[in-house]
C-alpha cells in the first residue's frame, strides 16, 4: 500500500513545474502551456502551438487533437497579475466575455490590408468577418504590423 501513497507525488511534481503560466482569472493554471521566453514575464502557449511577436499563439501541425480549436489563440502568461506588458493585452476582459479561466479563440480578419485579429467572445458571436472587421471597436491590430 506504500507504494500507492506514493504515485501522487510523483505526478505533482511535473504538475508543480508547469505552474509557471496563469490565465487571466489569475489562478487556472494551464495543464500544458509553455513561456514563450525564459526573460522576464511572457506568454505562454499550448504544446504544439508556435507563439507569435505579437502574443498571439498560432496553431501548427504538431498539436495533436486540436479538435475544433481555432487558429490563433490568446494563450496564458507567466505574470499572474497579468500587468506585465509582455502578458496578451487582448481578449482577457470579463466585460467583452471573453473566457478569463481559459484560452480564448481568436480569428484573422479576412479580405482586408491589416493584419487584424478578433476575439471569439459574446460581443462578436454570431457575427460575420465582414461585420466585425468594418467595426474597429471590435478588432485588434498590432504595433509595428503596417496597414496598406
Ligand atoms: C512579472 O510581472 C510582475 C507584475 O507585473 C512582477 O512583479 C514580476 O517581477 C515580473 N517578473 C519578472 C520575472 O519580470
Known amino acids: 500500500m506504500r507504494s500507492i501513497r506514493f504515485l501522487p507525488i510523483v505526478f ?12 487571466p482569472d489569475r489562478k ?16 505562454c ?3 504544439g502551438f508556435a507563439c507569435m511577436s505579437n502574443n498571439i499563439c498560432k496553431l501548427t501541425k504538431y498539436v495533436k487533437n486540436p479538435g475544433p480549436a481555432q487558429d ?11 500587468k506585465d506588458p509582455n502578458c496578451p493585452s487582448f481578449c482577457a476582459s470579463a466585460v467583452d466575455g471573453d473566457k478569463m479561466d481559459g484560452g480564448m479563440g481568436l480569428r484573422k480578419c479576412e479580405g482586408s490590408d491589416l493584419d487584424a485579429y478578433f476575439c471569439l467572445n459574446t460581443e462578436t458571436e454570431g457575427m460575420s468577418n465582414s ?3 468594418s467595426n474597429s471597436d471590435l478588432f485588434i ?3 509595428g504590423e503596417k496597414p496598406q
Not at 505533482?12 to 490565465?23: E, I, N, T
Not at 494551464?30 to 514563450?36: G, L
Not at 490563433?72 to 497579468?82: E, F, I, K, N
Open 12 to 23: 505533482w511534481l511535473p504538475l508543480h513545474v508547469a505552474a509557471l503560466c496563469y490565465f
Open 28 to 43: 487556472t493554471v494551464p495543464n500544458q502551456d509553455t513561456p514563450c521566453s525564459t526573460e522576464g514575464n511572457s506568454t
Open 45 to 47: 502557449c499550448g504544446q
Open 72 to 82: 490563433y489563440l490568446r494563450g496564458s502568461c507567466t505574470d499572474p497579475t497579468w
Open 131 to 133: 461585420e466585425v472587421c
Open 141 to 143: 491590430t498590432f504595433q
